[in-house]
């Protein structure tokens, strides 16, 4: 009996280590969609370039500063994305947004490969991070239990920022209705350029988070690209409850589906999509707008 529990107890810890980690990088994105009804199809390609500038920086200035520098990192390059390519491209329809971003994949993937080549990096977890930790009766691996927190930490800054100040009540009326708050006053172009370049500093965080678990490839923003859109799905556009609710839906779903269901593990988390499809488009949480 203990041992069922610890099992259970583990598999639990894994299903939100893998939740809160689709979670930072999912957040972004789904405020994009839902405030700049902008599809940035690159937001993977970005994850994956957070990766690198963190695993570069990590073996000359340490973990700490890396994780730092590669949210900070991918953020300037969202700024000169915004200005060079994505203002240009907000009111074009979503077909043309699609195809550019689609493209854009496919550039920085090359940028990745002239600059790091196509071998994978590794990065080192710090020290303090590198043991077993305790926990309802299992020891968990102290670096995923960070993803937990840090992924927690996140949504409560998050959820702080946009219930209770003048920012947030900006960012929640101009995803309601962005015309009606143009007309209030509010500047929502700033708005827009200020949540694209959060959401790509989100992007960067979690690549960044996810460099020492996984092998630093330029494929790895394709790689998570599909579970981030089935979150988004899921959860519904534009919601901060939504994110967080299809992040954690899923990552359950992938987790016990692999141990109760592994010969149907993989088709699970789209059978589910489907039917939140058929049952409620929008999502389970959208945004009012």
């Known amino acids: 009996m203990t041992q069922d529990l610890s099992f259970w107890t583990l598999q639990t810890l894994n299903a939100l280590q893998l939740s809160m980690l689709l979670f930072l990088l999912s957040i972004g994105l789904t405020v994009i969609f839902g405030l700049m009804h902008f599809v940035n199809l690159a937001h993977g390609a970005l994850y994956a370039l957070g990766a690198y500038i963190a695993a570069s920086i990590a073996g000359v200035a340490g973990f700490w500063v890396a994780i730092i520098a590669a949210p900070v ?4 390059v ?3 994305l915004y200005g060079g390519l994505i203002q240009r491209m907000r009111k074009s329809g979503p077909m043309a947004q699609v195809l550019v971003t689609f493209g854009l994949i496919f550039a920085l993937l090359d940028l990745t490969r002239i600059f790091w080549g196509d071998l994978a990096l590794a990065m080192s977890m710090p020290q303090v991070l590198s043991g077993q930790v305790d926990l309802l009766g299992v020891s968990y691996p102290a670096y995923r239990l960070f993803i937990i927190l840090l992924g927690g930490a996140i949504f409560v800054a998050l959820a702080l920022v ?7 009540a900006m960012i929640r009326a101009g995803v309601d209705n962005d015309a009606m708050a143009a007309c209030l006053g509010i500047n929502v172009e700033r708005l827009f350029f200020v949540v694209f370049c959060v959401g790509c500093a989100l992007a960067g965080l979690a690549g960044a988070v996810a460099a020492p678990l996984l092998s630093v490839t ?3 923003g394709l790689q998570i690209l599909i579970p981030t859109l089935i979150v988004i799905v899921i959860g519904g556009l534009g919601s901060l409850k939504g994110a967080v609710a299809g992040s954690l839906i899923y990552g359950f779903v992938q987790t016990f589906g692999a141990v109760l269901a592994p010969q149907l593990a993989s088709v699970l988390i789209y059978a589910l999509l489907a039917a939140v499809l058929v049952i409620k488009p929008v999502g389970l949480f959208p945004a009012k707008g």
């Open 78 to 80: 969202g700024v000169v």
């Open 218 to 220: 330029p494929g790895m």
């Open 162 to 168: 946009l219930s209770r100040t003048q920012i947030g």
């Open 73 to 76: 990192g991918v953020a300037l």
